[in-house]
Structure formats: structure tokens, C-alpha cells
């Protein structure tokens, strides 16, 4: 492991961030803008921090964006 | 033109009504979006097959059907939350992936035992110095050593060993310890802060953003 990704890992995004639950709550509209190529991140900000921050969370923003993509796109 | 194309296309208020009638149209509308919901569930565990190399196409399409009708009740539950900010299916869809998500990685993790062992980030300084560079690195990864044992409580540093050293899924971590996803991540966000904060009182530049309260 490299010592970025570990200091990461370990010490998180370092910058204000969504919780778990107000990550899903927005994650449709993050998403929907993301995939239009607006600025989701001055949208809804905190979302990228939290993405950085939570696996699990950016596992979630992966799938609905790629499903979007393919579904919607 | 496909039912689910036809349903993916209809204006969010045309949903949300044929959900709330009554007798057959709202039973029309229920079934396409389980038909919906499942193939999103089916699409999520179609890209973490890897993770279910044991299961077979049997287990996976029931796993599936169940995600389906998970995320379907919820999203029946909460349809009054839906303020129209996004299409109605990309709204829906995330209730089947979350639902498919934690389905997968449950049973992914179903009778391994998850690394949770006293003293594990005391190999963090040996890990940080093997991919740090120089003498500072060094220090810093033994500083980090330190505070996590000096500042972190054991829950904290519960969960920062499971889910940011050892890849422990934080919902699979969650079912462990019968907490939620969200509460640990508190934990986990806190124990960063106090990590950060401890490392800057240090002297240590860590290329800090702005943390703040939350």
C-alpha cells in the first residue's frame, strides 16, 4: 500500500462531509448531475468528501451511476 | 418499446400517482416497478459476481428477487420522501443497489471471521514505514501509531482497524456488532478527527481542508 492511499485510508478526506445517510438521501440527484456533466460538487457539497471518506458509500455511487448510465443515459 | 422503458420515461408526478391509486392501476404500477427494481438488483450482483464465485446462478437470481422486494417495500414506505429532485427510477434504483449491495457483501462475508484483533495498528507503523519515505514519514506513521492507541477508544479504533486497514465491509461490520452503517461511520469520522487534530498538535502537516464540526 502507498503511503498516500494509507494516510487516507487511516485519516479520511480531511474536509467537511456528508453522513451516511445524507450521502443516500442525495445520491440520486449527485448522481443524475454527475452523469449530465454538471457541477454536482458545488450542488451538493460535502458529498465528495464523504465519497472519499466511505467505501461503501462510493461502491453505492458507482453502481447508481453506471446503472443510470446505461439504463437512462 | 420495452414496459421498462416506458416506466423509465414517465414524468416522476405519473409514478407517484399510479403508486398511490387504488385497485388495479396501482397494482399495474407496483408490478413494474419490482420489474424495474429487479433489474437493478439483478445488475448490482451481476457486477460483484466475483465476490459470489460460490454461489450459483440459482442463489444469485434469489438473492436478487429478495433485494427486489426489499427495496420495493422500502420504497413504498417512503414514497413521501421523493421531492422530485432526480427521475423517479434513479430514486428508486438506489433502494434495490443499497438492498443488493449489503446483500452481496453479507454473504460474501458469511462465516469468515472478521479482523478485529487487539494491537492490529501497532503494525502501522512498520506498514507506514515500508510505504513512506525517509526519516519524517517514519516518524509520523509511529506518531499516528501513538495517537491511535493513546487517543481513540476501543470502538473507534474498533472500526478504524476493520473498515480503513482491513477492508472489513462497514454494513458486514455493522450486522457484527449490531450497530448501523452510519453509526459506525460516526466512530470512524471521529476517530479521524481526533487523529488529525493529534497529529497537528504534533507539528505534522497533513494536508488538513477545513475539518469542521459536523
Not at chain 1, 467537511?16 to 458545488?42: I, M
Amino acid at each position: 500500500m502507498k503511503r498516500d492511499e494509507l494516510l487516507g485510508r487511516v485519516l479520511g478526506p480531511g474536509a467537511p462531509e456528508l453522513t451516511c445517510e445524507q450521502c443516500f438521501e442525495q445520491l440520486d440527484r449527485y448522481v443524475e448531475l454527475s452523469v449530465a456533466g454538471e457541477p454536482a460538487d458545488e450542488r451538493i457539497p460535502g458529498m465528495r468528501a464523504h465519497l472519499e471518506g466511505c467505501p461503501a458509500c462510493a461502491e453505492d455511487f458507482r453502481s447508481l451511476r453506471d446503472l443510470v448510465a446505461e439504463r437512462e443515459g | 418499446m420495452t414496459p421498462t422503458q416506458t416506466t423509465a420515461d414517465s414524468p416522476p408526478c405519473d409514478w407517484v400517482s399510479r403508486l398511490r391509486a387504488q385497485g388495479p392501476a396501482r397494482q399495474a404500477a407496483v408490478k413494474e416497478l419490482h420489474e424495474l427494481l429487479l433489474g437493478a438488483a439483478r445488475f448490482e450482483i451481476g457486477r460483484r459476481s466475483a465476490q459470489l464465485g460460490h454461489l450459483r446462478g440459482g442463489d444469485q437470481e434469489d438473492l436478487a428477487q429478495q433485494a427486489a422486494g426489499d427495496a420495493l417495500m422500502a420504497v413504498l414506505r417512503k414514497l413521501d420522501d421523493f421531492r422530485g429532485e432526480s427521475r423517479f427510477t434513479t430514486w428508486a434504483y438506489k433502494f434495490a443497489l443499497l438492498e443488493a449491495a449489503v446483500a452481496v457483501r453479507r454473504r460474501a462475508w458469511q462465516g469468515r471471521e472478521i479482523p478485529l484483533e487487539e494491537g492490529a495498528w501497532t503494525r502501522l507503523a512498520d506498514l507506514g514505514a515500508g510505504a513512506g519515505r525517509g526519516v519524517e514519514d517514519a516518524e509520523l506513521f509511529a506518531a499516528l501509531r501513538e495517537e491511535i492507541e493513546a487517543s481513540l477508544g476501543p470502538r473507534q479504533r474498533e472500526v478504524l482497524v476493520a473498515v480503513a486497514l482491513n477492508d472489513v465491509p462497514i454494513d458486514v461490520l455493522a450486522e457484527r456488532l449490531g450497530s448501523t452503517r452510519g453509526a459506525l461511520y460516526k466512530n470512524l469520522h471521529d476517530a479521524r478527527r481526533k487523529l488529525r487534530r493529534a497529529l497537528a498538535a504534533r507539528g505534522f502537516q497533513i494536508g488538513d481542508e477545513g475539518e469542521e464540526e459536523r
